[in-house]
């Protein structure tokens, strides 16, 4: 089993808190020799319409001393589940979630034009408040 970031309890609550529903926590997927875990697998229902979502990984940046390779870490391992879902033709879209803080400090101009070009989608979360601060499309 993955490690677990110590912020994901309080990323599931401000899901929650914003009506979505925790499916599956350590999803797995496999394509060829190539497995991957997913954090999670949520559901929102609204108005008789449904959305799911996957998150690649839930990274607190907790460690200052880690934060240039705790980056090079996320956005690659996005990269790399997001080229899975291709292949399994699975169209559920996948976020990175991540603590206001560290949007803030560690995703520099250079970090999020990277993100910007390779359409990364984030969800940026208030830990302290359990609550989502935005959701970056």
Same mark, same amino acid.
């Given at each position: 089993?993955? *490690?677990?970031?110590?912020?994901? @309890?309080? !990323?599931?609550?401000?899901?929650?808190?914003?009506?979505?529903?925790?499916?599956? %926590?350590?999803?797995?997927? !496999?394509?060829?020799?190539?497995?991957?875990?997913?954090?999670?697998? *949520?559901?929102?229902? *609204? &108005?008789?319409?449904?959305?799911?979502?996957?998150?690649?990984?839930?990274?607190?940046?907790? &460690?200052?001393?880690?934060?240039?390779?705790?980056?090079?870490?996320?956005?690659?391992?996005?990269?790399?589940?997001?080229?899975?879902? &291709?292949?399994?033709?699975?169209? %559920? @879209?996948?976020?990175?979630?991540? @603590?206001?803080?560290?949007?803030? !400090? !560690?995703?520099?101009?250079?970090?999020?034009?990277?993100? &910007?070009?390779?359409?990364?989608?984030?969800?940026?979360?208030?830990?302290?408040?359990?609550?989502?601060?935005?959701?970056?499309?």
């Amino acid at each position: 089993m993955p *490690a677990v970031d110590t912020c994901q @309890p309080q !990323v599931i609550r401000a899901l929650e808190k914003d009506g979505w529903r925790i499916n599956y %926590t350590h999803v797995r997927l !496999v394509e060829g020799n190539r497995l991957i875990m997913l954090d999670i697998q *949520a559901s929102y229902s *609204a &108005n008789g319409g449904s959305r799911q979502i996957l998150l690649a990984e839930i990274k607190c940046f907790a &460690n200052s001393t880690e934060y240039s390779r705790d980056l090079y870490v996320a956005i690659g391992q996005y990269l790399i589940y997001q080229e899975v879902l &291709n292949g399994l033709n699975d169209s %559920t @879209p996948l976020y990175l979630a991540i @603590p206001i803080h560290a949007y803030r !400090v !560690v995703f520099d101009e250079v970090a999020l034009r990277v993100i &910007n070009r390779v359409k990364m989608k984030m969800i940026v979360v208030d830990i302290e408040q359990e609550v989502i601060v935005e959701w970056k499309e």
